[in-house]
Each structure stands twice: as structure tokens, then as C-alpha cells.
């Protein structure tokens, strides 16, 4: 589980600030080219520098390409794939077409049969879903491969591959018929209150444009009527080599990329006439500017759009420029959001953003979380904010330290650009020909932000605020649990009503920095110091019994991952009563440090890389963050100063229990909402450790309990200090002297003698029931078994994860690909290394009440075979490899490392586990597969699960019990 993180430096993170400023493609400063110089295609137009680390080009048939060599991951190629059309280039008799084409090409074309593309994928090392995926939307068709262990073999399979799959693919009426119950159920599976929510929203927001009636998911009418002569028509219009990109990045050769490309794509041609795109329409002053939702599941909620028309621009400098001082403008709004939100008020939450959407609106977008029932106040403060932005120009200081925050998330993405992933530059590209615009690399976008300094004055970011709350239309939309009197109504009079100019919003600057924060103490001293050799690894223990593992290495350049681990997580708290370990999420690292609240914390930590996120682990609570080399110093006493000298801050725990109590009937909002609630607690055995809190435990959460439980946990030991990254290793540990090793000796915290681990529920007659209130044909279940737990028999729980994967190939295959009951089935592994027992077997699925039994049925019969019979090697091969190559990636970066040796330094046999793990995943027969199903797949331990609509209590009823088959045995 990763921790929530509450960012010191800012209630925007640095990467929401790097996706804004570093994927909007085309920040730069201008180049001189030379008049004879040949212009990449991405850069028609444009004087932003080219990014020179690609080579760009276009095959004779019109079909663009972009490659480059990037060795992040050492191994993996990444490939993109994108074709012109999305749900915007559909008729009224089309619609999800272009996702139900993306569908039906990952099923067989031309060089692959029905089904194969996915097997040959997973023979080379890929996993589906995550390695080999695709995705529509209104303006695009993207496919996805990132190859691992990429060679000039699997390079040439997989580009043979894709280019039968966008230039013949698999149309026959067995192929549709197949694939549409799987569209039709990923159709449902997206039902919900929020999906109906997004409905009505772009339905106002786009009204009178296409882009209100095309989600990219299509329609059922539309879906169930499709014919292949249809989509064969649609595939000829649209999936062309002239509306065809190609990005290919990875640990490679680009000329060996350019080859096979020519070899497998030069000889494809478009059909027939070319698809025209049509007029997507343009936002108009419409006089029904408000609409209603009304969703009991859903919480409070206002969503706003200032609409102006889409235009093509001309991706110059200029333009850029312009991008980034409306980014900062609305920067300094949010901040006055949220320094009034956390001073309470009528909202809890409110932000505004800017976005080109979907080449049909360029539109401002505020959204509001009213804090109680009168959603109006809300909307008139929130207003009220922005208005004074609109009226008066920001102060100087005011603007330097947004600056100074844009600066270091800029020269953050400079310092990591060396070791950023290939999949994500691919992205980036695909993304620039979307929007139809450029890229640039950190550098130069930084370039261009430093050198227009003198272009952030109060006057223009004054005039770039009013345009950017000026447009055609202004439309809200309120979503609410209970019907409104009059509310459509009274929202219109309100959006249309004047407000005037908060005069109490500007946040106060002042010049503070980390010599306010209190010194922990003095300095410490080394005790013992020894090295893990095999791991590469360091580990020190301090005079006051904390223990350090350090880890430096460039996997990650100029970024170092921080973790604080202490206390003894949920092993140290009670099995028998219910405590207040949930509430650390919502609001301790957020109280405060020393003297220090939310709003100094933010302006000490103004342009630096530092901040605290918390997370609860079965051995330890632990605090971390990433930072750079050189904030090191400041973010380790920021967090020792946290242990030390925490302060309890009544504002975010007020604010945090506004935030659940309003947010909580969500979780009854849909079968996957209340599996998020309720799983984790019923397969240990309704363990209270694990039991989400109801309306009434959130509504006894003061912040005098809140911090009589987290003052001693905060003050408990052991501690362990994580550092790996890129760090000068003498540097990091004189900083951890003067801050860890400055802490005062702490005892371990109590508990008792004997750690009271999770217990599986026991086997019952029937399925445990649960209800959600969302649709009412829409269900979830599971059949779990228990297997075991500790660090003793972890060698085992890896080699169980073989047996899960092709248990859960299975399931797909079976419920997807075959019978379309079910759009994304799973099976999981759940083995907690700090505990006895309490790890889990559960196959979980999302599908239709009257599918539940065929669920349970097809689980038990898959379960059955895997006792009775061993694997194909083939089908172990499918599953071995990918998971070899999955391991082989993540090493190559620290959060893994860190991952295996949270413990280590208290517990060596960690580092003694780890020595076998790659084996221990890649070395198995079909023999110990079946011999692991035998004795874990036990029929008479398995417990079952289903979540219902609440109109309907009863399970599903009984379907034929199944006769065990060839495809369960989906060896082939």
C-alpha cells in the first residue's frame, strides 16, 4: 500500500507541477535554424528548439515516426502506437466504435490468430495490462507495448504484430460477436454514481458540441448493433498510415527501430476515401448554464466551467510564455483557496485549473466541496476569492513564491531527465500530437522560465487572471446526496449573480526558513557500522539505537528516497478494540512541527524538494519522502523534528473529519467501493486493525484523542532510517548525525509477548453478503483461501505468486475473452511476511447478480484442474517469464530495494530471503504448481464473498454446474 503524503512544500505537489509545466509540451527558448535545416514534422511551425535526443521522420505511405535511445529500464523498449480517431470521429450509428476497434485488434489480424498477440506478448516477457495495453479517447487511439528484454527478434515479432493489427485486423462475425459482450461489460462495470456524474457534466459543459454525447465507451444501442461490415467501413475510414504515429524509445539501436518499422510498415495502404474530421463545435452563451445531480452516494460537490472556443495555435515561445504565466496565476489563486479552507470556512475543499479539452473547449474549471448544506455560501466564497484576483493585481512577494516553486519543480525535472523512463518520453510525444503540439526537454523549459522573469508583473498575471475568468459561457453543475428545493434555479442565480472581492484572502508573506525549525539536539555518534556486500548496502547503528540502512547509487539521478520507520505498525496495536490508526492518514503530518504549522511549513520548504508522507505497516509507522541531494540535510530534520517535537494542530483534524464524515456514503456507492471498504477487514478475520471507520468513529475523532494515541507512537522506538539514492554517503551521514543521530534514546514500544496475527475467516454454507446502493445490475464476489504467513516460508508465498498468475490467466480467458461475463476478473496473493498467518488466495470479480454463480463456478472448476492436473510448459512459461522480467525492471530502481529491506536492519533474515528471489519466482515446475494448488486450492477452505445491489439480499440464482473443459485448462 503506498502512503498518502501530505506535502510539506506545498498543497500542490512538485508533480502536479512538473505535469503542468513539463508534459504541456513545447516550453522553450528560440533557436536559430539554418535555412537549409530540415524541420521535424513535430516542429512545423513552431520555433521551440528541437529536441535532438529523437530522430524524427515519415515513411513513403505517409505514417510518422519519432525514435530514440533511453536505457531506463536497462532492457525494455517501449512502443506507442497512435491512430487519428477517437469517439469525436464517430456518426450517431458509431458510437464506440473506436473502442470496441481497439478491442478487436488486440483479438488476431492477419499474422496472428484470434487471442495469440496476447500469448506471444507474455512468452517475450510482457504482462498484459500493464505491459501490453491500449486506450481510447475523444481524439485519439492509443496501443501500448513495453517490451522487456527487448532483442532484435522479439523487436521484429512485436512490429509484425501491431502493424496486422492496425492494417488487418481480426473483423469476422465470430470476432465481434465474442468481443462485444466484453465491451458491453466494461460498459457496465464503469456504471456507477460517478460515471453518471461525469455524464451530466460533459453533457453541460459541452452542450451543443460533440464531445457531449461521444464517451469514448460508446453506447449499448450502438454497441449491440454493430456488424463487422460496419466496423470494416470504420477501420478503412480511420486506421490509415497517414493518420498513424509510431514512437519508439528504449534500450536499443534508433536505426535498428527506423528498420523495422520500414520493414513492417511500408507497405501498408489506406482503403478507400480517408475519414474527414469533423466540426466538433464550439462552446455557446447558452441560457441553461446549471444542472442538478442528484447522487445519495456521492458527496457535496460543485464543478464550474469558464468555456472559450478551442483554437490551433502556432506553438511558438510567445504562446509558452503565455502558458506558463496563466499557470502561475492560477497557482496564486489556489493558494488563497486553500489557506481559507484550512482556516475554515464554507468550503473544504476548491481549486481552479486550465485545460484544452478534447480540441473542443478552452475552458477555467473550479470545483468546490461545500463544507456542510449550504452549497451557495460556498459558492459566493469561492467566487468571492476569485474576484479579488480579478480586481486586484497580486503583490511581488506574492509572485516570488510561486516562482520559486515553479523554478525547483522545473529544475527538479532537469536533474531527473537523464533517468526518466522511456514509456513516460513516449507518452509525452503521443500526448504533443494530440494536442497538436510540441516537445521540449527540462532543460530548456527551464531556460525559458528563468528568462522571463521580468514577464511575471503584477500587471500581466492581473490581465491573464480576468481573461482567464472571462468566456463565452460560465455553466455549473452541483451534484448532491438529497434533493435541492429549486436547485437548478437557484444555482443559475447564483453563477449569474455579482459578488464582491474577498478583501481577507491574501496569504501573508514572510521570509522564514529552516533555522525556525528547532534543532534536535546534539550531535550524535556512530556505535557499529557493517556491509551488506552482497546487496551493495551499508548499515550503521547510532549511539541512541538508531539503526540506518544507506544505499547510495545513481539509479535515479539527483533523487534520494528517505523512509522513517518506527513504533511496531500494526503489530503493536490491539486485535480486540477498534483504535485511531486510520486517522493518521488524514491529518498527522499535516499538524505540524515544533512552532511550526501547515502555512509555515509550506513557506520553509518554498522551492525545495522536501516533504512528509505517512503510511502504516505491519512491523512499523512509517514517514518519507523523496528528495535531492541538496535538501538532504533539511528534509532529515524536518523529519526528525517530527519525532521529536510533533504538534497537534486542531485545524487538520477538524478538516480531515469534515472531509470522511462528507465523503463517506461513497463507499456504499458502488460493489468495488465497498470491496475498497470492507475486504482487507473481513479476510483477516474482522480484525479491527483493518476495519475502516463508520460515520460514528469518525464523528468521535477530537483532536484531544487524536493526539493522546499518536503522541506516544510518535515517541516510540525502534527507529530505522532508509536512505537510497543519489547521495555522497560521508555528506548523508554527517546530516544524520546532527539530525537522527541528535534524537533521544527511545525504547521499543510495548507490546505483547506474543504479536497477535490476522486470522482468515472461516469457511461458511454460503457467500458472506454484502450490499452497495449503486446500480442495481451491478455485483462483485470472491472465493478466498487461506495460506499462510511470516518470513520462514516466504519462498513459498513467491512461488505461490506463479500459481496466482495462471489462475488469474485463467479467469480472464475464461469470463472475458470466452463467455464476456466479466471485463476484468483478477486473482491475488496476499502473504504478510510480519505475521504467522493472515495471507490469502482471492479470485474477485465484477460482473452482473446472475453471474455471480457462474463466477463461483468457473473458479471452482479452474481450482479443480489446477489440483488435478499439471501445467502446460508453455502456459508456466507465460506466466514465469513475464514475472522474471517484471522483477528484473523494478530492481533496477530504489523503491524496490526499499520495498524488500524495510525491517532489515532489525531483522536480518530479510537480507538472507532476498538472496533467493529471483529464483524463488522463476524457478518452479508444473509439478510444485500443482503440488502448491493441492494444498492451498482446498475446496473445503475456501470462503466466499459477494457484494449486491440492495434490492437484492439473496445470491444469484443457481446456474448448471460447468463440465471441466479444454479452455479451462487454457494451455494452448
Same mark, same amino acid.
Given at each position: 500500500?503506498?502512503?498518502?503524503?501530505?506535502?510539506?512544500?506545498?498543497?500542490?505537489?512538485?508533480?502536479?507541477?512538473?505535469?503542468?509545466?513539463?508534459?504541456? &509540451?513545447? /516550453?522553450?527558448?528560440?533557436?536559430?535554424?539554418?535555412?537549409?535545416?530540415?524541420?521535424?514534422?513535430?516542429?512545423?511551425?513552431?520555433?521551440?528548439?528541437?529536441?535532438?535526443?529523437?530522430?524524427?521522420?515519415?515513411?513513403? #505511405?505517409?505514417?510518422?515516426?519519432?525514435?530514440?535511445?533511453?536505457?531506463?529500464?536497462? %532492457?525494455?523498449?517501449?512502443?506507442?502506437?497512435?491512430?487519428?480517431?477517437?469517439?469525436?470521429?464517430?456518426?450517431?450509428?458509431?458510437?464506440?466504435?473506436?473502442?470496441?476497434? $481497439?478491442?478487436?485488434?488486440?483479438?488476431?489480424?492477419?499474422?496472428?490468430?484470434?487471442?495469440?498477440?496476447?500469448?506471444?506478448?507474455?512468452?517475450?516477457?510482457?504482462?498484459?495490462?500493464?505491459?501490453?495495453?491500449?486506450?481510447?479517447?475523444? *481524439?485519439?487511439?492509443?496501443?501500448?507495448?513495453?517490451?522487456? #528484454?527487448?532483442?532484435?527478434?522479439?523487436?521484429?515479432?512485436?512490429?509484425?504484430?501491431? !502493424?496486422?493489427?492496425?492494417? =488487418?485486423?481480426?473483423?469476422?462475425?465470430?470476432?465481434?460477436?465474442?468481443?462485444?459482450?466484453?465491451?458491453?461489460?466494461?460498459?457496465?462495470?464503469?456504471?456507477?454514481?460517478?460515471?453518471?456524474?461525469?455524464?451530466?457534466?460533459? $453533457?453541460?459543459?459541452?452542450?451543443?458540441?460533440?464531445?457531449?454525447?461521444?464517451?469514448?465507451? %460508446?453506447?449499448?444501442?450502438?454497441?449491440?448493433?454493430?456488424?463487422?461490415?460496419?466496423?470494416?467501413?470504420?477501420?478503412?475510414?480511420?486506421?490509415?498510415?497517414?493518420?498513424?504515429?509510431?514512437?519508439?524509445?528504449?534500450?536499443?539501436?534508433?536505426?535498428?527501430?527506423?528498420?523495422?518499422?520500414?520493414?513492417?510498415?511500408?507497405?501498408?495502404?489506406?482503403?478507400?476515401?480517408?475519414?474527414?474530421?469533423?466540426?466538433?463545435?464550439?462552446?455557446?452563451?447558452?441560457?441553461?448554464?446549471?444542472?442538478?445531480?442528484?447522487?445519495?452516494?456521492?458527496?457535496?460537490?460543485?464543478?464550474?466551467?469558464?468555456?472559450?472556443?478551442?483554437?490551433?495555435?502556432?506553438?511558438?515561445?510567445?504562446?509558452?510564455?503565455?502558458?506558463?504565466?496563466?499557470?502561475? @496565476?492560477?497557482? +496564486?489563486?489556489?493558494?488563497?483557496?486553500?489557506?481559507? @479552507?484550512?482556516?475554515?470556512?464554507?468550503?473544504?475543499?476548491?481549486?481552479?485549473?486550465?485545460?484544452?479539452?478534447?480540441?473542443?473547449?478552452?475552458?477555467?474549471?473550479?470545483?468546490?466541496?461545500?463544507?456542510?448544506?449550504?452549497?451557495?455560501?460556498?459558492?459566493?466564497?469561492?467566487?468571492?476569492?476569485?474576484?479579488?484576483?480579478? *480586481?486586484?493585481?497580486?503583490?511581488?512577494?506574492?509572485?516570488?513564491?510561486?516562482?520559486?516553486?515553479?523554478?525547483?519543480?522545473?529544475?527538479?525535472?532537469?536533474?531527473?531527465?537523464?533517468?526518466?523512463?522511456?514509456?513516460?518520453?513516449?507518452?509525452?510525444?503521443?500526448?504533443?500530437?494530440?494536442?497538436?503540439?510540441?516537445?521540449?526537454?527540462?532543460?530548456?523549459?527551464?531556460?525559458?522560465?528563468?528568462?522571463?522573469?521580468?514577464?511575471?508583473?503584477?500587471?500581466?498575471?492581473?490581465?491573464? *487572471?480576468?481573461?482567464?475568468?472571462?468566456?463565452?459561457?460560465?455553466?455549473?453543475?452541483?451534484?448532491? &446526496?438529497?434533493?435541492?428545493?429549486?436547485?437548478?434555479?437557484?444555482?443559475?442565480? @447564483?453563477?449569474?449573480?455579482?459578488?464582491?472581492?474577498?478583501?481577507?484572502?491574501?496569504?501573508?508573506?514572510?521570509?522564514?526558513?529552516?533555522?525556525?525549525?528547532?534543532?534536535?539536539?546534539?550531535?550524535?555518534?556512530?556505535?557499529?557500522?557493517?556491509?551488506?556486500?552482497?546487496?551493495?548496502?551499508?548499515?550503521?547503528?547510532?549511539?541512541?539505537?538508531?539503526?540506518?540502512?544507506?544505499?547510495?547509487?545513481?539509479?535515479?539521478?539527483?533523487?534520494?528516497?528517505?523512509?522513517?520507520?518506527?513504533?511496531?505498525?500494526?503489530?503493536?496495536?490491539?486485535?480486540?478494540?477498534?483504535?485511531?490508526?486510520?486517522?493518521?492518514?488524514?491529518?498527522?503530518?499535516?499538524?505540524?512541527?515544533?512552532?511550526?504549522?501547515?502555512?509555515?511549513?509550506?513557506?520553509?520548504?518554498?522551492?525545495?524538494?522536501?516533504?512528509?508522507?505517512?503510511?502504516?505497516?505491519?512491523?512499523?509507522?512509517?514517514?518519507?519522502?523523496?528528495?535531492?541531494?541538496?535538501?538532504?540535510?533539511?528534509?532529515?530534520?524536518?523529519?526528525?523534528?517530527?519525532?521529536?517535537?510533533?504538534?497537534?494542530? &486542531?485545524?487538520?483534524?477538524?478538516?480531515?473529519?469534515?472531509?470522511?464524515?462528507?465523503?463517506?456514503?461513497?463507499?456504499?456507492?458502488?460493489?468495488?467501493?465497498?470491496?475498497?471498504?470492507? +475486504?482487507?477487514? +473481513?479476510?483477516?478475520?474482522?480484525?479491527?486493525?483493518?476495519?475502516?471507520?463508520?460515520?460514528?468513529?469518525?464523528?468521535?475523532? *477530537?483532536?484531544?484523542?487524536?493526539?493522546?494515541?499518536?503522541?506516544?507512537?510518535?515517541?516510540?522506538?525502534?527507529?530505522?532510517?532508509?536512505?537510497?539514492?543519489?547521495?555522497?554517503?560521508?555528506?548523508?551521514?554527517?546530516?544524520?548525525?546532527?539530525?537522527?543521530?541528535?534524537?533521544?534514546?527511545?525504547?521499543?514500544?510495548?507490546?505483547?509477548?506474543?504479536?497477535?496475527?490476522?486470522?482468515?475467516? !472461516?469457511?461458511?454454507?454460503?457467500? $458472506?453478503?454484502?450490499?452497495?446502493?449503486?446500480?442495481?445490475?451491478?455485483?462483485?464476489?470472491?472465493?478466498?483461501?487461506?495460506?499462510?504467513?511470516?518470513?520462514?516460508?516466504?519462498?513459498?508465498?513467491?512461488?505461490? $505468486?506463479?500459481?496466482?498468475?495462471?489462475? #488469474?490467466?485463467?479467469?480472464?480467458?475464461?469470463?472475458? /475473452?470466452?463467455?464476456? @461475463?466479466?471485463?476484468?476478473?483478477?486473482?491475488? #496473493?496476499?502473504?504478510?511476511?510480519?505475521?504467522?498467518?493472515?495471507?490469502?488466495?482471492?479470485?474477485?470479480?465484477?460482473?452482473?447478480?446472475?453471474?455471480?454463480?457462474?463466477?463461483?463456478?468457473?473458479?471452482?472448476?479452474?481450482?479443480?484442474?489446477?489440483?488435478?492436473?499439471?501445467?502446460?510448459?508453455?502456459?508456466?512459461?507465460?506466466?514465469?517469464?513475464?514475472?522474471?522480467?517484471?522483477?528484473?525492471?523494478?530492481? =533496477?530502481?530504489?523503491?524496490?530495494?526499499?520495498?524488500?529491506?524495510?525491517?532489515?536492519?532489525?531483522?536480518?533474515?530479510?537480507?538472507?530471503?532476498?538472496?533467493?528471489?529471483?529464483?524463488?519466482?522463476?524457478?518452479?515446475?508444473?509439478?510444485?504448481?500443482?503440488?502448491?494448488?493441492?494444498?492451498?486450492?482446498?475446496?473445503?477452505?475456501?470462503?466466499?464473498?459477494?457484494?449486491?445491489?440492495?434490492?437484492?439480499?439473496?445470491?444469484?440464482?443457481?446456474?448448471?454446474?460447468?463440465?471441466?473443459?479444454?479452455?479451462?485448462?487454457?494451455?494452448?
Amino acid at each position: 500500500m503506498k502512503p498518502l503524503t501530505f506535502p510539506a512544500t506545498s498543497f500542490l505537489s512538485f508533480f502536479v507541477l512538473l505535469f503542468c509545466l513539463l508534459a504541456v &509540451p513545447g /516550453s522553450a527558448v528560440a533557436q536559430d535554424r539554418k535555412s537549409d535545416e530540415i524541420v521535424p514534422w513535430l516542429y512545423k511551425n513552431s520555433d521551440i528548439p528541437v529536441d535532438k535526443t529523437w530522430t524524427f521522420g515519415e515513411l513513403d #505511405n505517409g505514417m510518422r515516426y519519432a525514435v530514440k535511445r533511453n536505457g531506463v529500464p536497462p %532492457g525494455q523498449v517501449s512502443i506507442r502506437l497512435r491512430v487519428d480517431v477517437g469517439s469525436l470521429m464517430e456518426t450517431e450509428e458509431e458510437q464506440g466504435f473506436a473502442h470496441f476497434m $481497439e478491442h478487436l485488434t488486440f483479438r488476431g489480424s492477419t499474422h496472428v490468430p484470434d487471442g495469440e498477440a496476447k500469448r506471444v506478448w507474455q512468452r517475450l516477457g510482457a504482462t498484459f495490462g500493464s505491459d501490453s495495453n491500449a486506450e481510447t479517447t475523444p *481524439t485519439q487511439t492509443v496501443y501500448k507495448l513495453d517490451l522487456p #528484454n527487448a532483442n532484435k527478434t522479439s523487436l521484429d515479432e512485436s512490429l509484425k504484430i501491431l !502493424s496486422g493489427m492496425v492494417s =488487418s485486423p481480426g473483423l469476422s462475425i465470430n470476432a465481434v460477436n465474442a468481443e462485444r459482450p466484453v465491451v458491453l461489460a466494461e460498459l457496465a462495470e464503469r456504471a456507477g454514481p460517478q460515471t453518471k456524474v461525469q455524464n451530466a457534466t460533459r $453533457e453541460l459543459f459541452f452542450a451543443g458540441q460533440l464531445m457531449a454525447d461521444r464517451a469514448p465507451i %460508446g453506447t449499448p444501442e450502438a454497441l449491440g448493433a454493430a456488424t463487422p461490415q460496419m466496423l470494416q467501413l470504420f477501420h478503412q475510414r480511420w486506421y490509415r498510415p497517414e493518420k498513424t504515429v509510431i514512437v519508439i524509445a528504449g534500450d536499443g539501436d534508433p536505426a535498428l527501430f527506423v528498420e523495422l518499422l520500414n520493414k513492417h510498415f511500408a507497405q501498408w495502404q489506406g482503403k478507400g476515401e480517408a475519414g474527414v474530421i469533423p466540426d466538433f463545435g464550439q462552446p455557446q452563451d447558452i441560457a441553461d448554464i446549471s444542472q442538478v445531480v442528484v447522487e445519495p452516494t456521492l458527496p457535496r460537490f460543485i464543478s464550474m466551467v469558464v468555456a472559450r472556443p478551442w483554437e490551433q495555435v502556432e506553438d511558438t515561445i510567445v504562446y509558452n510564455q503565455q502558458i506558463l504565466i496563466d499557470l502561475l @496565476a492560477l497557482q +496564486l489563486i489556489n493558494r488563497r483557496l486553500e489557506a481559507r @479552507a484550512r482556516a475554515g470556512g464554507s468550503y473544504l475543499q476548491a481549486s481552479v485549473g486550465h485545460d484544452d479539452v478534447s480540441r473542443s473547449i478552452d475552458g477555467t474549471f473550479i470545483s468546490i466541496v461545500p463544507l456542510g448544506e449550504d452549497w451557495e455560501a460556498a459558492l459566493k466564497d469561492v467566487r468571492a476569492v476569485i474576484a479579488d484576483a480579478t *480586481t486586484k493585481a497580486p503583490s511581488e512577494p506574492d509572485i516570488a513564491r510561486e516562482i520559486a516553486e515553479f523554478d525547483a519543480a522545473l529544475a527538479i525535472g532537469v536533474e531527473s531527465y537523464q533517468t526518466e523512463a522511456a514509456r513516460k518520453q513516449a507518452d509525452d510525444i503521443i500526448n504533443a500530437v494530440d494536442i497538436h503540439e510540441t516537445v521540449a526537454t527540462p532543460q530548456v523549459a527551464l531556460d525559458v522560465f528563468r528568462g522571463m522573469r521580468d514577464l511575471y508583473t503584477p500587471e500581466r498575471l492581473l490581465d491573464s *487572471t480576468r481573461k482567464l475568468f472571462s468566456g463565452v459561457s460560465t455553466r455549473a453543475l452541483l451534484t448532491s &446526496p438529497d434533493l435541492v428545493d429549486n436547485a437548478k434555479v437557484r444555482l443559475a442565480k @447564483a453563477l449569474r449573480s455579482t459578488v464582491d472581492a474577498a478583501s481577507d484572502v491574501r496569504v501573508a508573506q514572510s521570509d522564514i526558513g529552516f533555522e525556525s525549525l528547532k534543532k534536535i539536539g546534539k550531535k550524535g555518534a556512530i556505535k557499529s557500522s557493517r556491509k551488506i556486500e552482497r546487496f551493495e548496502v551499508e548499515q550503521l547503528e547510532l549511539t541512541n539505537g538508531v539503526r540506518v540502512l544507506l544505499f547510495p547509487n545513481n539509479a535515479e539521478r539527483n533523487k534520494i528516497m528517505v523512509n522513517v520507520r518506527f513504533g511496531n505498525g500494526y503489530s503493536g496495536l490491539s486485535s480486540q478494540e477498534e483504535t485511531l490508526a486510520w486517522s493518521g492518514a488524514l491529518a498527522l503530518m499535516a499538524s505540524g512541527v515544533g512552532e511550526l504549522g501547515q502555512e509555515e511549513l509550506d513557506k520553509i520548504t518554498t522551492g525545495r524538494r522536501i516533504g512528509l508522507g505517512f503510511d502504516i505497516d505491519n512491523d512499523a509507522f512509517e514517514i518519507s519522502a523523496d528528495t535531492r541531494p541538496t535538501d538532504l540535510e533539511d528534509q532529515l530534520h524536518l523529519m526528525a523534528a517530527k519525532l521529536a517535537f510533533p504538534r497537534w494542530d &486542531p485545524a487538520p483534524v477538524i478538516r480531515s473529519k469534515a472531509a470522511a464524515l462528507i465523503g463517506y456514503d461513497s463507499f456504499s456507492g458502488s460493489p468495488q467501493a465497498v470491496l475498497e471498504r470492507d +475486504l482487507e477487514w +473481513l479476510v483477516r478475520g474482522k480484525d479491527p486493525r483493518w476495519k475502516t471507520p463508520d460515520k460514528a468513529d469518525f464523528a468521535k475523532l *477530537t483532536a484531544k484523542n487524536f493526539k493522546q494515541f499518536w503522541k506516544p507512537i510518535l515517541a516510540s522506538g525502534p527507529v530505522e532510517l532508509m536512505l537510497f539514492g543519489d547521495f555522497d554517503r560521508d555528506q548523508a551521514v554527517d546530516s544524520i548525525l546532527k539530525t537522527f543521530g541528535a534524537l533521544k534514546s527511545r525504547q521499543p514500544a510495548a507490546v505483547s509477548a506474543e504479536i497477535v496475527s490476522p486470522k482468515f475467516p !472461516s469457511p461458511q454454507a454460503g457467500p $458472506e453478503i454484502l450490499v452497495h446502493k449503486g446500480d442495481k445490475e451491478r455485483a462483485a464476489a470472491m472465493v478466498a483461501w487461506p495460506t499462510g504467513g511470516g518470513l520462514e516460508n516466504v519462498r513459498e508465498s513467491r512461488k505461490l $505468486e506463479v500459481l496466482t498468475s495462471i489462475f #488469474n490467466d485463467r479467469l480472464f480467458e475464461i469470463l472475458r /475473452s470466452q463467455q464476456g @461475463a466479466s471485463y476484468s476478473p483478477q486473482v491475488m #496473493n496476499s502473504w504478510p511476511v510480519d505475521f504467522k498467518s493472515g495471507g490469502y488466495i482471492g479470485a474477485q470479480s465484477q460482473l452482473t447478480p446472475d453471474n455471480i454463480d457462474r463466477f463461483y463456478n468457473v473458479v471452482e472448476l479452474i481450482a479443480k484442474d489446477l489440483r488435478e492436473k499439471p501445467v502446460s510448459a508453455d502456459e508456466l512459461q507465460r506466466v514465469v517469464e513475464p514475472l522474471r522480467q517484471l522483477i528484473a525492471r523494478a530492481s =533496477s530502481g530504489n523503491s524496490f530495494w526499499m520495498s524488500q529491506m524495510e525491517g532489515a536492519s532489525f531483522n536480518p533474515q530479510k537480507f538472507v530471503a532476498l538472496q533467493s528471489l529471483l529464483s524463488d519466482y522463476t524457478v518452479i515446475t508444473p509439478q510444485e504448481v500443482q503440488a502448491l494448488a493441492v494444498k492451498y486450492l482446498d475446496e473445503n477452505k475456501e470462503w466466499k464473498l459477494a457484494v449486491l445491489p440492495e434490492s437484492n439480499r439473496v445470491a444469484a440464482n443457481d446456474n448448471e454446474p460447468e463440465e471441466p473443459s479444454s479452455a479451462v485448462s487454457a494451455s494452448n
